[in-house]
């Protein structure tokens, strides 16, 4: 029965999106899909892009890692916030200052078409990985502890769940998901909320005494100071802000509903808010999973097998069937604004940078409608093709491995970017995919053999970082020197 109210609260849930969406994309055009014709309101998309960059991973993963790594997570959290600002001040004047739809087009005016083509195809499947990986998380938990009961098969899940995503980002693009992600992140964040106070009902504690109980635990350690961990509080911060410049700065999804933000000034504003939120909320997120490992306690609840399946044993097992709709309804609000942002940037950024659709001046706007359309459903079907594959190969381990691979992914992005903005030499435009591609490669056997090679040390993420550099070091040996490129730091005025 409860099963049964979840799930209509969630087809309610998607009207009201498709209700939105029916609103928002009247009188849509291409330039309202890919960048929302620039008139897109900062603070809406500071609030959404709250929902965006806090999924379905964040919301059962960091509560779940709050026993092993305590509240060490902050110290990625705050290289993301270093990050967001070097966006801010850094990358959104360059995008601004080029008119950019799709920020790899400033590859094609910086390096050659090659390089622009080398660095679209990384984010074509560095979001794809990551994106199918976040969404399959979401769906899985639905499928284990509600549909399997009904013997829905999950790839019927997944062809709803994508079906009706489909459906309202279809038209309005861009412009429909500024408002669509600011319902989504009122949602995720007012469940988050109540999870807490309904926890802590549970326990007879009140917020105080939660976090002093926390605090016993020892659960509120914010750094860890041996050098040798791959949660050292030095690298942790490092790696966080390449994490943010790269996997949002240099991410056509991300950078998408920046840059449909009327002007600079507001898109810098709409940042620096976000980023200062973001840090509140994945705090908010640990003291969550510190007060569900206090619950196990006090209820003798035996630990799942994974940590990430902490929060939805207890939401869906042992609460209240009012917790169980406020988690089924933060999950949701978690993953629609995943997977929706996605599957628009991904067609956005196939349709501009592998087709070149802007420049195709032998097409009408109607063929160019038609041929989007086409490329959306096409990568809506990619994506059921990918779930439903890790589904089939999923070991426990799988998110893990998927997840580093995705990192692996966009240190190339990091850096043709970091090359393009920090020196004035010409790359060998047609040498420049053999760097992105052996980078990666020689990133792997590094952080494989790291321990045996640095006597002791293990790499975490600042694989990325080393990614980059490697490619930026590749591209500084294809490279001469030319004092005409008028794309670097010291031109980024916006006059």
């Not at 892009?49 to 110290?75: D, R």
């Not at 693009?173 to 007012?190: E, R, Y």
């Not at 109607?366 to 779930?387: M, P, Q, S, W, Y």
């Amino acid at each position: 029965m409860i099963s049964g109210i979840i799930l209509l609260i969630v087809f309610a849930y998607f009207a009201l999106l498709l209700g939105i969406a029916f609103y928002t994309a009247r009188d849509a055009t291409n330039e309202s899909f890919f960048i929302g014709k620039k008139s897109s309101k900062w603070y809406l998309v500071a609030y959404g892009m709250i929902g965006t960059s806090l999924s379905g991973v964040t919301f059962m993963s960091v509560p779940g890692g709050v026993e092993k790594a305590h509240f060490t997570y902050m110290q990625v959290v705050i290289g993301y916030l270093l990050g967001y600002f070097v966006i801010a001040f850094v990358l959104l004047p360059l995008y601004y200052k080029l008119n950019l739809t799709s920020i790899y087009t400033y590859l094609q005016s910086r390096f050659g078409k090659m390089s622009y083509k080398t660095g679209a195809s990384f984010f074509l499947l560095s979001r794809t990985l990551g994106a199918s990986i976040r969404i399959f998380l979401v769906l899985n938990v639905l499928q284990v502890f509600m549909l399997d009961a009904w013997h829905v098969p999950f790839i019927i899940t997944v062809f709803v769940i994508l079906l009706m995503i489909l459906l309202y980002t279809f038209k309005g693009g861009v412009k429909t998901i500024v408002w669509t992600d600011t319902l989504q992140t009122t949602f995720m964040i007012l469940a988050l909320v109540v999870k807490v106070f309904i926890i802590g009902s549970g326990l007879h504690l009140s917020f105080t005494e939660m976090y002093a109980s926390i605090e016993a635990k020892g659960y509120t350690r914010f750094f860890d100071t041996d050098w040798r961990s791959k949660g050292f509080w030095a690298k942790q911060i490092i790696s966080g802000m390449f994490i943010t410049i790269t996997m949002t700065g240099l991410d056509q999804e991300m950078m998408q509903k920046n840059i449909s933000v009327k002007t600079l000034g507001e898109s810098q504003k709409n940042m620096v808010v976000f980023s200062l939120v973001v840090v509140f909320v994945n705090l908010l997120f640990l003291f969550l999973g510190g007060i569900l490992y206090l619950y196990m306690a006090e209820k003798n609840i035996a630990h799942p097998a994974y940590p990430d399946d902490i929060f939805p044993t207890i939401a869906l097992q042992y609460l209240p069937p009012f917790a169980a709709v406020v988690f089924v309804v933060g999950l949701v609000s978690a993953l629609f604004p995943s997977a929706d942002g996605a599957i628009t940037a991904l067609t956005s950024s196939f349709c501009i940078d592998i087709l070149g659709m802007k420049e195709r001046s032998d097409w009408s706007e109607e063929d160019k409608t038609n041929t989007r359309r086409i490329v959306h459903l096409g990568v809506a079907i990619f994506f059921l093709i990918v779930i439903v594959f890790f589904k089939l190969i999923n070991d426990g381990s799988i998110i893990n491995t998927l997840l580093k691979i995705a990192g692996y992914t966009y240190g190339p992005l990091l850096g043709l970017f970091a090359f393009g903005l920090l020196t004035q030499r010409k790359v060998n435009d047609r040498l420049a995919p053999f760097v992105c591609l052996a980078s990666p490669v020689i990133s792997f056997l590094l952080d494989k053999f790291s321990v045996e090679i640095f006597s002791g040390y293990q790499m975490g993420f600042e694989v990325l970082l080393v990614n980059g550099l490697i490619t930026f070091i590749g591209l500084y040996f294809i490279s001469s020197k030319n004092n005409n490129t008028i794309f670097n730091l010291n031109n980024l005025s916006m006059n």
